[in-house]
Every structure is written in structure tokens, then in C-alpha cells.
């Protein structure tokens, strides 16, 4: 069967730079075939991003046998592995000073290290090559004095402390750039995102998880020996029953439909991206605001540009995908004024779904004696968490 009847998918205007780029029709049409599911599995594991890609990866090479769906809503997937920035990073300076008024620096450094590790094994299972990886390197910049000084004071403390975690130096250097104070992070990289998700989904297929996209799981209801889900299926929306002795939800951000007590708050983010521009001036990733404000170049000549949600964080709690006209007018400023680069070229924006915990940390439990694994809440670094969250959820069966 074709596949672009058989998989529900959202509208092209609605995708991402880095989903167009990567030319979805031509990429999966030559291997991802449509396949009715099955009326009984091993494991379910729902949504199939980055974590979900994960969970459903690491179960198939710890139980070889096991039969293993992964499913999800659409084709791409639409949350916030096709949809973000590629910064393939752990967290700035100036975060860890933000997020460790919540909670014990420690902590803080302990999440910055899960997301090294998350990093470390995403790129050992799936190549550099293949998802686009450089190591280009990243920067914290400010633009006012003061704030930079502050900043700074906690540089030694947090190369000391990451160093002891694992064993690198280097993380966090004082730096220039383009006239701008700044604090250099060497081991920052960056990737193409939906080549990453390509690549991932190619080797569960090849591993024999059954990728069964266009499916969104509506009712999950317990039985003696498992679970029976319901999914809905296709433009007409049929139902389908299936059962699996066991389910991991991966559904971050929209995990409150299945399970209210969840606590993950949505939070949509945008991004801009240029046309090439004859000068870009900004190689490599960057990040200001406390985080809120990230760019970064994609090739040499193209700017892309997100973020913006604490101008309207709470407008922007939301699941419903769409640009925020306020919060898009405020990057353009900074565009032109900071970045010094003409808006008039932005020729991309698409929006992602984030998933929030109120402290940052995933949510990552089982329930219903064991036979549900719930891995979500990646907040705004998943790029760098999901391979180790959706490791670990594999390694609660
Ligand atoms: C604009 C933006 C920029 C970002 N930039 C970066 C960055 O540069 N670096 C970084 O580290 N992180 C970044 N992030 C965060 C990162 O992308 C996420 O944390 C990560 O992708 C989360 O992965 P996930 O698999 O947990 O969730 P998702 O990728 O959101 O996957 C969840 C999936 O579940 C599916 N689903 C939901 N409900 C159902 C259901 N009922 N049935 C079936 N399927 C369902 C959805 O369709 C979705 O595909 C960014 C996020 C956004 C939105």
C-alpha cells in the first residue's frame, strides 16, 4: 500500500526545515510499509520520538524475542523530536544558575551529566555522519555587562563539578564574539534532527520493531494478563483493538490525555530560519536569555533563530501547534537588533511541543503493578535526554 494513503500526516505547511530537508516521501516510502497491527504483543510503547525511539531500541536488544510495536499519531511524528533547534547540548552557566534556585546544584549537575550520557549513546548507536553531527562548538552570550560578571563567578564551579562526573575538562571558557561578552562551551555540538529520527526508525525496522505510525492510542484499560489499548486509525478514524502484555508511554507533552496525573505542562516553542544570507556571521550554537533565546547556523549560510517563551509563557502552555505573533515580533527585533541580521530573510518558522516537569526532571515510573512505563517530561533539552530516559524506561522490564 502507498505510503503517503496509508499514514496520517500532518499538512506540508505545517513541517519543519529539517523535515522538508530531509524529503520524507522519497526517505521512508523505500522501506517503512504499512503493516496492520497485530492482535497481541509483548510491548507497546507509545510515541515515537526520540525517547519512544529509544525505549522501543533498547527493550528489542534486551528481550531478542519480544514482539514490539511503536506506535504514533502520525507520520512524521509531531511533538518535538522533528520540530527543534539540533543543539546537541547540556545546559549553560547561566541555567545552571536559574534551575539551581529550585533545587540542590547538585541535582543540577547530576541532569547535566544524564543528558552528556544521553548524548554519548545517541551518537555511538546512530553514527555522527549520518544525523548531521559537528562538533562546532557553542556559546553563552550577554549582552549586559553586569549580568556576564555574575555569570562568570560560577564557571570554575561548574567545570569543577562536571569534571568529577565525567572525567573532561573544558566545558566552560570565557570568550568574545562578534563584540559581545561570552562564555565558550567547546564541547557543544549540533545535528539535523528529523536525520536523526530517520535513522533511528530505520534501525528499529531493521531490528523488527514494528513502526506503526498513523495510529494514536485513545484508551488503555487493564486485564488479567496485560492491557487492551484502543487506537484510532486513518482520516476516517477507525478504532482498532489490540492487546500487549506491557506499554512504555513516550507521549511527553501530551501525555495528560492518557494519564491526568502526570505532572508535564506543555509548552510550544518556535523557530525562525533564514534564507542563505550572503554574511552569517553566527557559526556554531548559541544561547542567551537564561536559554530562552537559542540560534545557531544550519550550513554556513542560514540563521536559524527560537525560543522567545518567556514573553508569553503562559499563553504558550499549550498543545496545539502555531505561531505566537508577539513572541515571533520579539525574536525578529532580536534578530535585527543583537544578531544584526535583516528579518526580512527568514523564509521558515514552524512551531514543537515541549514537554515540562516543574522541576526539569523526566518523569520516569511504572504503575498499575509494573505493567505501564511512563518516560516523559524531557522539557527543553530531549535532543541530549531521550536516548538515556528511553534507555532507562527499557530497563524497568
Ligand atoms: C522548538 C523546539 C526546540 C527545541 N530545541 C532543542 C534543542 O536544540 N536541543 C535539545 O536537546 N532539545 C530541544 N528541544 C526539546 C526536544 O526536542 C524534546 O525534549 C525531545 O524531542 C522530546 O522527545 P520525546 O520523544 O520525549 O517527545 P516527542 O518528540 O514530543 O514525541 C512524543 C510523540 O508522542 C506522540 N503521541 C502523543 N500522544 C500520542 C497518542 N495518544 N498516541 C500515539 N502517539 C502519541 C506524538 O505524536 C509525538 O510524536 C526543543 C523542542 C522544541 C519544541
Avoid at 507521549?251 to 494519564?259: D, H, P, Q
Amino acid at each position: 500500500m502507498s505510503i503517503s494513503k496509508s499514514f496520517h500526516r500532518p499538512k506540508k505547511a505545517q513541517w519543519s526545515y529539517w523535515e522538508r530537508e530531509l524529503g520524507w516521501d522519497r526517505t521512508f516510502a523505500s522501506y517503512l510499509t504499512y503493516r496492520p497491527l497485530e492482535r497481541n504483543y509483548d510491548f507497546v510503547v507509545v510515541g515515537a520520538g526520540f525517547t519512544g525511539l529509544s525505549a522501543a531500541y533498547h527493550l528489542a536488544k534486551r528481550h531478542s524475542k519480544a514482539k514490539i510495536a511503536l506506535l504514533d499519531r502520525y507520520l512524521p511524528p509531531l511533538g518535538a523530536s522533528t520540530r527543534n533547534a539540533g543543539f546537541a547540548c547540556i545546559g549553560t552557566v547561566g541555567e545552571f544558575i536559574a534551575d539551581s534556585q529550585l533545587e540542590q546544584p547538585e541535582c543540577v549537575w547530576d541532569r547535566m551529566h544524564e543528558r552528556w550520557k544521553g548524548l554519548t549513546l545517541l551518537r555511538s548507536i546512530l553514527g555522527d555522519q549520518v544525523i548531521g553531527y559537528e562538533s562546532l562548538g557553542g556559546h553563552e552570550l550577554f549582552t549586559e555587562e553586569e549580568e556576564f560578571e555574575r555569570v562568570a563567578t560560577y564557571l570554575a564551579s561548574c567545570n569543577t563539578a562536571l569534571k568529577q562526573r565525567t572525567g573532561l575538562d573544558q566545558w566552560y571558557n570565557l570568550a568574545r564574539i562578534n563584540g559581545y561578552n561570552a562564555i565558550q562551551m567547546p564541547r557543544e555540538g549540533q545535528l539535523q534532527p528529523a536525520k536523526a529520527w530517520a535513522r533511528f526508525a530505520q534501525l528499529c525496522e531493521q531490528i523488527g520493531i514494528h513502526l506503526a505510525c498513523g495510529r494514536k492510542l485513545v484508551d488503555m484499560t487493564r486485564k488479567m494478563d496485560g492491557l487492551s489499548l484502543t487506537v484510532e486509525e486513518g482520516a476516517k478514524r477507525s478504532h482498532q483493538q489490540f492487546h500487549s502484555s506491557s506499554v512504555i508511554l513516550a507521549t511527553n507533552a501530551f501525555s495528560k490525555a492518557l494519564r491526568r496525573d502526570v505532572s508535564v505542562s506543555p509548552g510550544r516553542g518556535l523557530v525562525l530560519l533564514t534564507k542563505a544570507l550572503n554574511s552569517q556571521p553566527w557559526q556554531g550554537t548559541f544561547h542567551a536569555q537564561r536559554g530562552y533565546i537559542y540560534f545557531r547556523n544550519v550550513g554556513t549560510d542560514r540563521l536559524l533563530l527560537g525560543g522567545g517563551r518567556h514573553m508569553d509563557v503562559s499563553g504558550e502552555k499549550t498543545t496545539q501547534f502555531g505561531v505566537n505573533t508577539e513572541i515571533k515580533a520579539f525574536l525578529l527585533r532580536y534578530m535585527k537588533e543583537i544578531l544584526v541580521i535583516d528579518p526580512s530573510e527568514v523564509e521558515f518558522e514552524w512551531s514543537g511541543i515541549m514537554g515540562f516537569t516543574p522541576d526539569k526532571n523526566p518523569v520516569i515510573r511504572t504503575e498499575l503493578s509494573g505493567n505501564i512505563a511512563i518516560a516523559v517530561g524531557l522539557s527543553g533539552m530531549g535532543v541530549a535526554l531521550s536516548t538515556e530516559l528511553g534507555r532507562k524506561a527499557a530497563e524497568l522490564f
